[in-house]
Structure formats: C-alpha cells, structure tokens
C-alpha cells in the first residue's frame, strides 16, 4: 500500500466523523453561500484542526476565491487542498542524518508511541541497508527496555541497555562508544515518558543533549516527539511544554489509525510551527509513514 491509501485507511475514522462528506459539501458551493463556508469551518473544528488554525485556513479560502474568481465546487476544494498542504510545509519534512553516526532523540510523555516509533524507525533504515542501534534510555521502568530490546530483535539491529533506574544519559554515552567502534549509521535513542515535571524533565533532556555535543561535536541530531493522535487538541498542549524543554526537529504523530482527530495535523504544524515528519498508522512494524502534506490534504479533503 503507498502512502495515499495508509493514509486514507488511516483517516476513516476522521472522515467517518465528519457531519457531511467533504465532497458533498465542496458541491454545495454556489459562489456567495456564507453557509458554505461555515459548514466548512464547523467541519474542519470537528476534526480537532482547531479554531485559530481553521479560521486562519477558511480566510485564506475566501481571498483566493475572490482573486481566482472561482466559481465550481472541484476548483474551490483543489484550491483547499493546496491552502491546506501549504499550512503544512514547515521547515524540512525528512530526517537529517549525513553525520556518521547521526542521532535521534525520541521523546513524549507516556504512552504516546514512543517505543513503536523507534521499532518501526530501525526496521525502515536496516531495510535501507543502514546499521542502526538502539539506545535504551528510558531506564524508569525494567520493562521499557525488554519492549526496546525486542524491537532491536525484529528491525534486526543492535541495542544498548543498562540496569533499570541507572542514569539515562550514561546509557547514551555508552551508545555512542559503541557506534564508534561498530560504524553505526544511526543512533535511535528511546527516552523516559513520564513528564514528573517540566524541571526534572528539561535537566534530563539537557544531560542527554550535552553527552551527544561533547561526544559527537558537529553530528545531526534529530530530536524527534511523539505525540497521540487522539489526545486531540490535550496533546497540543503538552507538545508546547516539550517545545521549550527542548529543541525538537520534528513530530511524530502516531495512532492516526485508532481517532475521529486526524485535522490535530493542521493545528500542530500551525500553532507549534513545527513539522510533522512522521504519521504512524498501526501497531505493526510497517505502519509508519514518511508525511506528505499535499497527499494527507487531498486524503482529507477529497
Ligand atoms: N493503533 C496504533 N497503535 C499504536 C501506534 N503507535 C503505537 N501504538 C500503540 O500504543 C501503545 C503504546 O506504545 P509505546 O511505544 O509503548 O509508547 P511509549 O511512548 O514508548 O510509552 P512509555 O514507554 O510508557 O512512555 C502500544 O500498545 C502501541 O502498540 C499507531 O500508530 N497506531
Ligand atoms: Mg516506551
């Protein structure tokens, strides 16, 4: 299956959710409808894209028609999508990593996805023929690093871990001593969920970031967050925390699959200014895809 379709699959449950068919409404367009574009707003609200980022959109909407002069319902909903996939395009959509090794950070609070990412991630570059290891810096819990090490076993790639309760960024420096000697490609570094507090949550984020500048000065760091995508407009809300605690490249937003939310795209993008790189579409090791604004747009709203 390419993107398109995934992606589709993947919004079902958004579209499902939607009053009326985004075509449907598209065809109700006769011009001058003041309804229309209501019923547009309302939809688009429904699908958690928010209401800054929706109304920013649907004025956009009401200038090109204008310019344009458009007047059929297919010219106004292609003129959309590209609104749309515009709100979209933020900063650099695929992943950074030209250093030997490379690193990428994975964070998030619990549950969101994290360790999965990391699973599917690691299959996705062996495939490509890139040696990729594992960090298992989420040493809270025993179990955080048996779910990593059996991820390790699946994408076929290798794993560093420690005991449960050492010190995560000890974890990382050995990670990265390890890619040294072996040539590794791609550090994949798999952090502690629990957002106890901002503080504690900034102090072990710096200490981690501080090990890969002293070890690795100049290398391509991708600091990768994860979010869920049914929290809806909630996990915005922490995702700007995690926007200033640290200095994340890009979103993964996973269980697009599993949520009538699928417009929380848009407002991520708008409202953090950050680019989603990544949409995770199921549980399996395949289910995560690169983002393609102009195909999640059209997948939307057409
Ligand atoms: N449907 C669906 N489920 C997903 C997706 N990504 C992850 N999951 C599920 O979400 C649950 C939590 O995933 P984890 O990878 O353990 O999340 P985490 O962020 O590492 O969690 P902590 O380590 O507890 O912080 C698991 O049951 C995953 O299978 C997705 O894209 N779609
Ligand atoms: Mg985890």
Redesign the pocket.
Known sequence: MGFFEKIKNGLAKTKQNMTISMNNLFSSFTGENEEFFDDLEDTLILADAGVETTTKAVDRLREVVQERGLRGGAEVQSAFVEIMADMLRRGRLDLELRSIPSVILMV?V????????IGKLAASFTAQGKKVLLAAA?TFRAA?AE?LTVWAQRARCEIVRHEEGSDPAAVVFDAIAAAMARRTDIIIV?T??RLHNKQNLMNELNKISRVITRELPGCNVETLL?MDATTGQNGLFQAKSFKEAADITGVVL?????TAKGGIVFAIADELDIPVKFV????GID?LMPFDPEKFAEALLK
Do not use: I, R, S
């Open positions: 998030g619990n549950g969101v996805g994290k360790t999965t990412t989420d955080a779910q798999d502690a969920g994860v996973t269980k697009l699959d599993g995770g579409v199921g549980e289910d």
